[in-house]
């Protein structure tokens, strides 16, 4: 069964051709995706044609330019007036700016895990409220009790210690 595109020309010029003619198959719009996402987005476009799946998919796309632009595919099914599913509809959005955003969140919270769990000294962070949100794992000699009893303070006993290394604690 062939698969019948209908698009705006803001998406053409997301993905960087002249024309919807361009990317009007299946064959032709999987020229364009990203090799490592081709395998995934080849099967969603087969369970969108033979069953009207609804759903959301992310993936990339190399526009012919070489630059490579993350998509937001979301599709839902248009019912006709009996109730069942006639053809799907949907929308792509251009995520490129927030997957380039999420990557760089990833990285710095990775320096931040690797700084914690590396430091020579007893590292916390607390927030405005003064509770502990990150601890490293030697915050633990740091605030060890001397005898009997526990002595810490109680912001302290409330994070657990001992037990992550660089990791977030829920607020108590």
Known sequence: MAREYVFGEEYTEIIGVG??????????????VHEADRDRVAASLVRQRDHLEPGILEYRVRRPDGRVVWLRDSC??????AGMAARLVGTVQDVTDQKTAEQALRESEE??????DNAPVAVAIKDLDRRFVLLNNRIEL???????GDHRPANVRAVRIGRGHGRRHPRA
């Open 19 to 32: 024309s919807a003619q361009d990317i009007q198959t299946d064959d032709q719009y999987l020229c364009f």
């Open 76 to 81: 839902e099914q248009e019912l006709d007036a």
């Open 111 to 116: 320096r931040m895990r690797s700084f914690m």
């Open 142 to 148: 740091a605030f060890r009790p001397a005898g009997p």
